[in-house]
């Protein structure tokens, strides 16, 4: 087939200015980037799946910046500045994602988040706890206003929870729909001239002189500059780059009458995470049960993390209530040592904008916007 290509189809499809591999949140919004600030630029995406690979439209869709928890674990690597400049980046992503698409665009729903305590895990619990007023001071600027964590015990038992007996509340943590998130970008991708093709997988990328060939299953693409937004894919590739894949497994029930639960709650330092939708509970991870196994680019699941995910729910969400499972997917993340994504120029003609660390949602497009302007300043 690939031998088949006319003479027309080589000419206006194989060649673009600037060609960003992977269709994701990343790759999406540095397209739109490029393109909006300079029209004339031509923008073609490559997207090895039918839909994108790796988490965009996989994850939990959690509009978040860090639960107590996980900040006091993101302070001790970051320092106190470096996790300001850290949650600063999550808010203005997010703010972005907003003002860009719209918030009925991407369903977003404020309905509060949540991190849950057991007993036994009382140490964790007074320590973050003693940490509110600090982490409630350090964003206050950024997000302009005071006490947005606040202790929350009082609504416990409105959600229904078994076995809990500290819940912190964030009060401007929400929710999107990531398949509507992902379908409005691709909509304003398309609307102002950017080119996606699907079910392309690039195998190899050599430079000539100041041009990149891109050699892929459909043929070989050529380009100015090219950008890699593969996130946990981006060292078959560029190998050696600081990224590691980490799976997120994730299941949801089928509806469940009269559902007490509403909003994004996190547990276990923010290794579960789970929110309702559509009159059900959606739940993911236990990657931390063993870090190794999770740390792949093979989807699927595990029967120790399946199991886990299914005891939470049965013994501390929904105690006493009949649930099935309806569906279980995974995604896959990128993480490292450095909570911040890499932003670079690899080599001449050649970009990079991966490890989202988890964060996709929030520092996505904020990612997106500066890989494509470093991208446009080296044209």
């Not at 994850?59 to 850290?86: R, V």
């Not at 190899?204 to 041009?211: H, I, R, W």
């Not at 006493?320 to 932003?343: C, D, V």
Request: with cysteine.
């Amino acid at each position: 087939m690939l031998q088949n290509l006319s003479y027309w189809e080589k000419k206006n499809f194989f060649h673009a200015d600037v060609i960003i591999i992977g269709s994701g949140i990343v790759g999406l919004n540095a397209a739109i980037a490029i393109k909006s600030e300079s029209p004339k630029i031509s923008v073609l995406v490559l997207e090895r799946g039918f839909l994108p690979s790796g988490a965009s439209t996989k994850n939990a869709g959690f509009a978040c910046f860090g639960s107590i928890s996980e900040l006091i674990e993101q302070e001790k690597l970051s320092g106190t500045d470096g996790l300001y400049q850290l949650i600063s980046k999550r808010w203005r992503g997010l703010l972005k994602l907003r003002n860009l698409l719209g918030d009925d665009a991407i369903s977003f729903q404020k309905n509060g988040g949540f991190e849950l305590f057991k007993p036994e895990e009382s140490d964790l619990a007074n320590e973050c706890v003693a940490k509110m007023s600090h982490f409630n001071s350090l964003i206050e600027d950024i997000v302009l206003q005071k006490n947005t964590y606040s202790l929350t015990n009082s609504k416990i038992d409105s959600f229904g929870f078994k076995g809990i007996d500290v819940l912190i509340e964030n009060d401007l943590e929400a929710q999107i729909d990531p398949g509507m998130m992902m379908k409005a970008l691709l909509a304003k991708a398309l609307a102002i001239g950017v080119q996606v093709y699907t079910n392309c997988k690039v195998e190899e990328l050599l430079q000539e002189n100041n041009s990149t060939l891109i050699k892929t299953n459909q043929g070989d693409f050529s380009c100015k500059r090219v950008l890699l937004a593969t996130n946990a894919f981006v060292n078959e590739l560029l190998p050696n780059l600081a990224v590691a894949p980490g799976r997120g497994q994730v299941i949801i029930t089928k509806p469940i009458p009269n559902l007490k639960l509403k909003g994004t709650f996190h547990y276990d330092k923010g290794y579960y995470y789970f929110r309702n939708v559509d009159d059900r509970i959606l739940l993911g991870g236990g990657r931390n049960l063993n870090f190794k196994a999770e740390e792949t680019t093979v989807f699927g699941e595990t029967p120790l993390v399946q199991k886990a995910l299914i005891n939470l729910l049965e013994e501390v969400i929904l105690p006493e209530t009949h649930f099935e499972i309806e569906q279980k997917w995974s995604g896959i993340m990128a993480f490292g040592s450095s909570l911040t994504p890499i932003i670079k120029e690899i080599k001449p003609t050649i970009f990079c904008a991966v490890r989202c660390n988890g964060m996709g949602i929030a520092i996505g497009s904020q990612t997106g916007q500066e890989a494509g302007e470093m991208v446009m300043r080296s044209l």
